[in-house]
């Protein structure tokens, strides 16, 4: 069973079938696309597209982009490129059903400008397994971890290309120490917060191949103000008015 959802973040909107009861996505995703900076890109990589969310967002963001995504999951895979479809974006946005560490065999190296990526970001016998595959593997690294994922965007960024992440904030100096240790110099971080006393829910990090050391700590990104009421940025974010 699956339904069909509206999504807007900006002036941005897209249609995605998802599973009913299988992997949804969720605000880390969104968050996501909205990260990168860039003012212009060509060649765009996501690895682990899920249902082709942030591909597809990140292709509207990017009109003049050409977005590869990769997920290892035959049923998120084929979702993702009927997503496409329905969003009349399939000239552009391609899905290639594979493990992430086999795109440097498919591509050259150094072929995409940004890569952006949501990996699953507990290990394996920790925390709570989802029932159904689509989102245990979602969730935790039951088919590869981490630091292939940064192996993988290393070899196929360019040069000053960059890299955009969501993540788990009991991670980020692991996070951190894997990118640094492949020349992925983070350059940006954003943490996160459900409420202003809450503790971080996430983390945004953006960084580039082979850049100079020195990192910005962007201003903490809070998404209620109370409960089940967003703060002027998150509803700004989703192009919903001010509040009165």
Sequence with gaps: METLDSIKIRNFEVKVFQSKS???FSLDALLLADFPALKSCKSILELGAGSGVVSLLLALKYPTARVTGVEIQESLYRRAARNA???????????????????????????????????????PGTGRISPGDERAAARHELRG?????????????????????????????????????????????????????DEARMVLVEAVKDGAPGMKTLPPLFVYEKEREYTAEMREFYGFPPNA
């Design 22 to 24: 299988g992997y949804r």
């Design 145 to 197: 971890g981490i630091e292939e994922a940064i192996r993988t965007a290393r070899v196929m960024l360019k040069n000053r290309g960059r890299l955009c992440v969501v993540y788990h904030p009991e991670r980020l100096s692991e996070l951190i120490t894997l990118m640094k240790s492949h020349s992925l110099e983070p350059k940006r971080l954003r943490f996160v917060h459900s409420h202003t006393k």
């Design 85 to 123: 479809e329905i969003n009349a974006l399939s000239d552009r946005v391609n899905f290639i059903h594979a493990d992430l560490r086999e795109i440097p065999e498919m591509f050259p190296a150094g072929s995409f400008e940004l890569c952006v990526m949501n990996p699953p970001f507990r290990k």
